[in-house]
C-alpha cells in the first residue's frame, strides 16, 4: 500500500505538471530559443563567409610608402597597387577620390601600426583596407622566408599538447574537468528551472484545502517523497529537451556553426570525481527540495515565501564570487565556509570536485552532510506538512511547528 | 449499539495549543455500526479531537484510536473523511480527482474509474467528468467531495460539519448517502450543530463545552439527563403554582410546564382540576436537543453558532 501510493503520487504529480502549458512554455521556450540563435548563426556564418569571400575578390585602387623597406613591389603591382610620392599626397588622393585607399608601412612594423586611409564605404566595408594593407605585408614578408614551416610558425598554426602530473600520477586537465563540471550544469538547471515548483508543490494541497483528506489517505513522507521523486524526473525530462537541440546542432551543423570538432575519447572519467559529483548532486537536490517543500508547508502562500525563496537561490550562485579561489585555493578561509556552510556546499563541492581540489576525505565529509541534512530536512518538511499544512492562511512559528 | 468493541475509543484525550487549554479531559467510545454525534458550540473542541483522531494532530494528553489502534493512513481501515475545510484538486479534471483519490484510498485504477464514473451518472454529473474542478458550481464541487468521502465504501465515516454550506439539493443527497452508508453496515461520527440531523441520524452523542464532555448518551438518555418532561397545557383559569411542577411560559390559554423529579403526571393533571382550572388538552413531551444545546451553551454560545 505504501509502495503502492508513492506509485500513484508520482504518477499523478507527473501527470498533472505535464498537462499544464505553463510548464511546456517554459520547457519549450528555451529549445526553441537555441533552435532560432542556431539559425541566425548559421545565416550569419554563411553571409559573413561569403562577405569574406567578396572582400577577399574585391578590387580597389590604393597608394602606398613603405619605409620598412619589406613590401614586395611586384605583389603590389599585382594587386593594382602603385607607390605614392609623399604621405600627405597618398592621403589627398585619397580624399579627392583619385584613389580608394593609402596605407604608410612604418619602418619598424611589430612597434608601428600601419596607418591606412580610405574612402568610407560604411563601418563594415571600410575593414576591407586593412586586411588587404596587412595581407600585403604578411605575404611580402613570406616570401622572405622562403621556408614553408617558418612560414606555417610565423601564422600561428602550431598546435600543442599539454600533459601534466599530480602527486606523480597523470592528471586529466580539462579532458578530466568536463565530465565533473556537468553535474554543476545538471544541479543549477534543477533548481533554477524546478524550484519554484519544488516551492509551490505543498502549497498546492494548502490552497485547494485538501491537506485534511490527503493526509487521511497517504503517510505525509510518501507524499512528500513522491513530490521530490516526480520533481527530479521532471528535470531530468527537462534537461534531455534542452540538451536535444544543441546535440543535434554539434552533430548536424557543427560547420556551420563553426563549433569546434570535440573529441569526446578524450574525456577522462574518473571514478572518485564521477561518484563524489554524483553524491554531490543528489545531496544537494535534496537538500535544495526538502528546503523548498518545507517553505511552502509553512506559508500560507507562494507570494509569501517569496524573500526566503529568493534568498536560497541566492546561495547557489555565491560561490561563483570566489571562483577563482575555489578553483585554485582551496585552503583559503572562503574555500573553507563555502564548502561546509550546507547551502553553498553543493556548489562550492561540485567545482572543486571538478577541478580536482576536493580530497576524498573532505568530499566524504561534504556528502555526509548534505545527505544527514536532507534527510533532517526533509523530516522537517514532512512535519511541517502535517502540521502546518491545515494552517490554511497563515505562516506558522517555528516554535509552533516544534511544540505541535 | 450493535458491536461490543469500540471502533473509535478515546480516552482522557486532552489538547493544548501553547498556553491555550482546548480539550481537558474527554472520553468517549464509538461502536462499530452506530452512528455518532459530536456536539458543541464553536470553539469547543469538535474538530481538534477528529484531527487527532486521525492523527492529523498529536495529541498532548490521552489514547484516541480507530479499531484498537492510533490512526495512520495505513492501517488499513477503510475510512471516508469529509473536513470541515473542503477543497479537491481545483486545476484537476473531475475524474482524474476522484481516480487519483480512489487509489489512495486503494482501489487499483479501473475500479476507481468504473466507481467515478457511476457516481457522477447517478449526481447528475455525467457530463462533466473531463471539465476542471474549479469550472464546476460550488454545489457540483460539493457532490464530487462527497463521492471522493464515500468511494472506497468506507468502514468508518466521518463527517465534520457534513452540511456547512451545502444547498438543500446537497444536503439531502448527503442525508441519503449517510442512509445507505449505514444501511451497508458504516459506522458514522459526525460533527454537527443542526439538532435535528443529530435527533434523526445519531443513535448516541456527546456534547462537549469548554474542552469537557456536558453529556453523553443515547439521545433519549441525554434528553432524560437534561430535560424533565414539559407539559404543554390548553386551559381556561389561572394556573396555580406548586412544588410539583415549574411554569416555565404562561399566556392566559396556553402554559409550559416543567414537571419536577418524582412527580407523576396524573398527579398534576389532578392538582390543576382540583385548583378550578379547566383543562382541554394536556399533552407531555420531552425537551428538544435544540433546548438541551441552548441549556448548556447559553444564548451567547448559540449566537456564535448562528
Not at chain 1, 24 to 29: I, S, T
Not at chain 1, 180 to 204: C, E, R
Not at chain 2, 4 to 17: I, K, S, Y
Not at chain 2, 220 to 227: A, I, K, S
Amino acid at each position: 500500500m505504501r509502495q503502492h501510493n508513492l506509485t500513484n503520487v508520482i504518477s499523478f504529480e507527473i501527470r498533472r505538471t505535464i498537462k499544464k502549458r505553463r510548464f511546456w512554455v517554459g520547457m519549450l521556450a528555451m529549445p526553441l530559443l537555441v533552435v532560432v540563435i542556431f539559425t541566425l548563426i548559421i545565416f550569419d556564418n554563411n553571409h559573413a563567409a561569403s562577405t569574406t569571400r567578396n572582400q577577399k575578390n574585391a578590387h580597389f585602387t590604393f597608394e602606398y610608402i613603405d619605409e620598412s623597406g619589406l613590401i614586395d613591389a611586384a605583389l603590389v603591382s599585382k594587386l593594382k597597387g602603385s607607390e605614392a610620392t609623399s604621405v600627405p599626397t597618398g592621403i589627398a588622393a585619397v580624399k579627392s577620390g583619385d584613389i580608394d585607399a593609402f596605407f604608410v608601412y612604418p619602418a619598424h612594423p611589430s612597434k608601428t601600426a600601419i596607418a591606412v586611409y580610405g574612402r568610407d564605404k560604411g563601418v563594415f566595408e571600410n575593414g576591407k583596407y586593412a586586411s588587404v594593407a596587412l595581407m600585403i605585408l604578411q605575404t611580402s614578408v613570406e616570401k622572405k622566408i622562403e621556408s614553408p614551416e617558418l612560414i606555417a610558425i610565423e601564422r600561428g598554426g602550431i598546435k600543442s599538447t599539454t600533459i601534466t602530473y599530480k602527486d606523480g600520477i597523470l592528471s586529466g586537465g580539462i579532458n578530466a574537468l568536463i565530465p565533473s563540471m556537468l553535474f554543476l550544469v545538471v544541479f543549477y538547471i534543477i533548481i533554477i528551472l524546478l524550484g519554484n515548483q519544488m516551492l509551490t508543490s505543498t502549497l498546492d494541497e494548502k490552497e485547494n484545502r485538501v491537506t485534511e483528506m490527503i493526509l487521511t489517505t497517504i503517510n505525509p513522507t510518501n507524499l512528500i517523497l513522491g513530490k521530490v521523486i516526480s520533481l527530479f524526473l521532471l528535470g531530468v525530462l527537462q534537461m534531455v529537451i534542452f540538451a536535444l537541440p544543441f546535440v543535434a546542432g554539434y552533430t548536424f551543423f557543427r560547420t556551420d556553426l563553426h563549433l569546434p570538432n570535440l573529441d569526446f575519447s578524450h574525456l577522462i572519467f574518473n571514478p572518485q570525481q564521477m561518484t563524489l559529483g554524483t553524491l554531490i548532486l543528489l545531496g544537494g537536490f535534496a537538500l535544495f527540495t526538502g528546503t523548498l517543500v518545507a517553505l511552502g508547508a509553512a506559508m500560507p502562500t507562494a507570494k509569501d515565501a517569496g524573500p526566503i525563496f529568493g534568498g536560497l537561490i541566492m546561495l547557489i550562485f555565491i560561490p561563483f564570487y570566489a571562483f577563482s579561489l575555489i578553483a585554485n585555493s582551496p585552503n583559503a578561509l572562503i574555500v573553507k565556509i563555502f564548502s561546509y556552510f550546507p547551502y553553498s556546499a553543493p556548489v562550492t563541492g561540485m567545482l572543486r570536485n571538478a577541478f580536482g581540489t576536493l580530497p576524498l576525505w573532505q568530499g566524504v565529509i561534504v556528502v555526509a552532510e548534505l545527505w544527514i541534512l536532507s534527510a533532517i530536512v526533509l523530516r522537517l518538511a514532512v512535519r511541517l506538512f502535517r502540521y502546518g499544512s491545515i494552517e490554511y492562511s497563515r505562516k506558522l512559528s517555528l516554535r509552533e511547528i516544534f511544540s505541535a | 449499539m450493535s458491536g461490543a468493541t469500540p471502533l473509535v475509543h478515546v480516552d482522557h484525550f486532552g489538547m493544548d495549543f501553547g498556553k491555550k487549554n482546548v480539550i481537558r479531559d474527554l472520553s468517549f467510545d464509538v461502536m462499530a455500526g452506530e452512528t455518532f454525534g459530536l456536539l458543541g458550540s464553536n470553539g469547543s473542541g469538535k474538530t481538534t479531537t477528529i484531527r487527532a483522531l486521525l492523527g492529523i494532530y498529536l495529541p498532548t494528553r490521552g489514547n484516541l484510536q480507530i479499531n484498537g489502534r492510533a490512526f495512520r493512513p495505513e492501517i488499513g481501515i477503510k475510512l471516508g473523511y469529509l473536513p470541515e475545510e473542503r477543497g479537491l484538486y481545483k486545476k484537476e479534471s473531475v475524474i482524474d480527482v476522484m481516480v487519483y483519490f480512489g487509489k489512495l484510498k486503494g482501489l487499483n485504477r479501473d475500479s476507481a474509474y468504473k466507481w467515478s464514473v457511476d457516481y457522477l451518472e447517478q449526481v447528475g454529473l455525467a457530463d462533466k467528468e473531463k471539465i476542471s474542478v474549479d469550472k464546476l458550481s460550488s454545489g457540483e464541487q460539493q457532490k464530487i467531495q462527497l463521492g471522493v468521502t464515500i468511494m472506497n465504501n468506507p468502514e468508518l465515516l466521518i463527517l465534520d460539519e457534513p452540511t456547512k454550506g451545502f444547498d438543500p439539493v446537497n444536503r439531502r443527497l448527503l442525508m441519503n448517502l449517510i442512509d445507505a452508508q449505514k444501511r451497508l453496515g458504516s459506522t458514522v461520527l459526525m460533527v454537527t450543530h443542526q439538532m435535528e440531523e443529530v435527533e434523526r441520524l445519531c443513535d448516541r452523542i456527546i456534547l462537549l463545552k469548554d474542552g469537557v464532555s456536558r453529556a453523553y448518551g443515547t439521545v433519549e438518555e441525554v434528553q432524560n439527563e437534561f430535560g424533565n418532561t414539559l407539559i404543554h397545557v390548553e386551559h381556561q383559569g389561572r394556573i396555580p403554582l406548586a412544588d410539583s411542577y415549574k411554569i416555565i411560559q404562561k399566556s392566559e390559554s396556553n402554559s409550559t410546564l416543567e414537571v419536577a423529579n418524582g412527580t407523576k403526571l396524573a398527579d398534576i393533571l389532578r392538582r390543576l382540576v382540583e385548583s378550578g382550572v379547566n383543562v382541554s388538552k394536556f399533552t407531555p413531551s420531552r425537551k428538544s436537543l435544540d433546548d438541551i444545546f441552548v441549556e448548556i451553551y447559553g444564548v451567547d454560545d448559540l449566537k456564535e453558532v448562528e
